[in-house]
């Protein structure tokens, strides 16, 4: 689940990155999620735990580095979302929102964690150092941080929106964040369990292996969330509609209607896939195709072809207005 | 199609609003040609096999015939007859055409003459030069505002 949240998460960065250099998008989201491809590259996805924390001492600073990651790249979500939600720039005088917030936030998780007493890298770093009351506080303090940033990022995202990619994208981030708060308790849980050494190891098991699905699970949604609008502005902007409609049109009628050479069908073919205004060439396409179907009987229409083209065609019907409102027409003859 | 330089003349010297309507642009062709327009619909039977719109100008009045059949492709047809109108184009005398219609017997006397719209290829330079321009006036006509972001899709990167 780490890595397939990964890789998620590399690909929206370097969409949003894409769209930012290329098309002038917003960059409110852009440096937490670099943050968090960082956070979770750090997870051992693509190089080892032990190898990148050997650069760092292997002294599981790794494990610090990680978690600090974690809580810039919610915290700077958060930020981003009050700043689509917010009719002003208000929420920036709250304390939470000043970045003075986010750094004694981090010195409250890395005083704790610098006072252990250090080990060797280890793959369950909190499960065998958690007796330590420095790295106890430390990870308790880390998860309470987390899940009160992202209880914050799930309130707001159920706020109404009018924009439907917006309110899909922040339903699906607030689920995501839902799912961390979750993991988050749960892990303090945990950690509590194992440090005072209650609810026996059954107990103990069960809330260890809850922590994964959940956590990551958050993760994932929240990568999955955050991917909407860029997904939805480069279906927008590439026409990806009308291309599928025109290179589907170009395919099953080129040849019948135009009498196009294979080569030239072909050719055809991939310059409706390139055509910088496929809208506009769709529209010559039902024209020429309406020529053919209304003054030229006996050319079949495939029924898939005809059923794109009565869309396509209504679309355009829907953009003019009717004739009869429009046009002084004489009763036909 | 590729535009060509007199279609985007031609379409700049109407002057149309920002996002145009149908009748925008036919009171810009009135206008233009200086005497009001008349739309038909017509049929196979009474336009011709193989004809699509017809325009016949009159000394007084133009009448714009066109084909009855899918909305956007009958005012294709519209903006074609349009066009021929706008590129000044003169016509043919209407003798002997259309047998049995009001104007068969009007001839060339009274200057009444017509274009009309043929789905035949090649189309010849004055019917190509028109179906260059009903296109161009076809993507002024379907042009459509751009809705502006609300703050959130801006933010979220829509």
Redesign the interface.
């Given at each position: 689940m780490i890595t397939a949240a990964f890789w998620i998460l590399t690909a929206v960065f370097v969409v949003r990155l894409y769209l930012v250099t290329r098309w002038g998008s917003s960059t409110a989201f852009l440096a937490a999620i670099g943050i968090g491809v960082l956070g979770l590259f750090l997870g051992g996805v693509v190089v080892p735990e032990a190898v990148i924390d050997a650069h760092l001492g292997g002294v599981n600073v790794l494990h610090l580095v990680r978690n600090l990651s974690v809580t810039i790249a919610v915290w700077l979500i958060r930020d981003g979302i009050f700043a689509a939600y917010s009719l002003d720039a208000s929420y920036q005088s709250r304390f939470t929102h000043r970045p003075i917030a986010i750094v004694l936030a981090a010195f409250a998780i890395a005083i704790p964690f610098s006072c252990q007493r250090f080990g060797p890298t280890a793959s369950n770093f909190v499960p065998e150092n958690v007796q330590q009351l420095p790295v106890f506080i430390y990870a308790t303090v880390y998860m309470s941080i987390l899940a009160l940033l992202a209880m914050s990022v799930f309130r707001i995202c159920l706020q109404p929106q009018m924009s439907l990619p917006v309110r899909v994208s922040s339903r699906v981030v607030a689920a995501g964040m839902g799912l961390v708060a979750l993991a988050s308790v749960e892990e303090i849980a945990y950690m509590t369990a194992m440090h005072i050494d209650v609810g026996g190891p059954s107990v103990q098991k069960v809330l260890y292996v809850l922590f994964s699905p959940l956590f990551y699970g958050g993760v994932l949604l929240t990568s999955l969330g955050l991917g909407i609008p860029p997904a939805v502005k480069a279906w927008r902007r590439l026409q990806v509609r009308d291309r599928a409609a025109l290179v589907f049109l170009t395919a099953t009628l080129g040849r019948t209607y135009w009498g196009l050479s294979y080569a030239a069908w072909l050719a055809s073919i991939l310059a409706s896939l390139c055509a910088s205004s496929p809208s506009a060439r769709l529209y010559e396409y039902i024209i020429r195709s309406s020529d053919h179907k209304v003054a030229l009987s006996g050319r079949a229409t495939p029924v898939l072809a005809g059923r794109v083209l009565d869309r396509v065609q209504a679309r355009f019907d829907g953009g003019v207005g009717s004739l009869e409102s429009v046009l002084p027409v004489r009763a036909a003859h | 199609?590729q535009q060509t330089k007199l279609t985007a003349d031609t379409v700049e010297s109407l002057n149309l609003p920002a996002y145009p309507?149908?009748?925008d642009l036919?009171g810009s062709v009135e206008e233009k040609y200086g005497k009001t327009?008349?739309?038909?619909?017509?049929?196979?039977s009474?336009l011709g096999?193989?004809?699509?719109g017809q325009w016949i100008d009159t000394p007084s009045h133009g009448i714009v015939r066109?084909?009855?059949?899918?909305?956007?492709?009958?005012?294709?047809v519209?903006l074609h007859e349009l066009s021929h109108i706008l590129l000044g184009h003169k016509g043919k005398p209407l003798d002997g055409l259309i047998g049995g219609s009001f104007f068969s017997g009007i001839g060339k006397r009274h200057g009444v003459s017509w274009m009309c719209r043929a789905?035949d290829l090649p189309l010849d330079e004055a019917e190509a030069a028109a179906e260059n321009l009903a296109?161009g006036l076809?993507?002024v006509?379907?042009a459509?505002p751009q809705k502006e972001a609300?703050?959130?899709?801006?933010?979220?990167?829509?």
């Open positions: - | 199609m309507t149908l009748s036919v327009l008349i739309f038909e619909e017509g049929t196979v009474s096999e193989g004809v699509t066109y084909l009855r059949g899918a909305k956007a492709w009958s005012i294709h519209v789905v296109f076809a993507r006509l379907h459509a609300t703050k959130a899709e801006r933010v979220f990167g829509l």
